[in-house]
Structures are given as C-alpha cells and as structure tokens.
C-alpha cells in the first residue's frame, strides 16, 4: 500500500492598525437624486430586482 504524502496547513494573522486613511478619500451621505428611478434603473436585474456588489 502506497503511503499519502499531507502537507500541514498554516495560518498567519497578523494585527495591523492603519496609520492613514487614503488622500482625497472622503464619505458623503446620499442625496436624494442618488435614489431617482433613473440612478437606480442600471442596478436592476430582469426580473427588478435591485442588485449590487
């Protein structure tokens, strides 16, 4: 009988804090034409469904 050759799986975690948050990123909050049937129809699927990643 031929003897199985298993290779030892490893994990490295290593913990991070960031030290910057990228220049010129910033977060706004929605406006209200972001939520037009015009913004939002290129996000529909066939059946209407609102879909994104």
């Given amino acids: 009988m ?3 050759e298993y290779i030892k ?5 290593y913990r991070m804090e960031t ?3 990228l220049a ?5 909050k929605a406006k209200e034409d972001d939520y037009s ?3 939002v129809n290129d996000y529909r699927d ?8």
């Fill in 24 to 28: 010129g990123s910033y977060i706004e």
């Fill in 2 to 4: 031929k003897k199985k």
């Fill in 19 to 21: 030290q910057a948050i």
């Fill in 9 to 13: 799986p490893e994990l490295n975690v």
């Fill in 46 to 53: 066939t059946w209407g469904n609102i879909w994104a990643d």
């Fill in 37 to 39: 049937e015009e913004s």
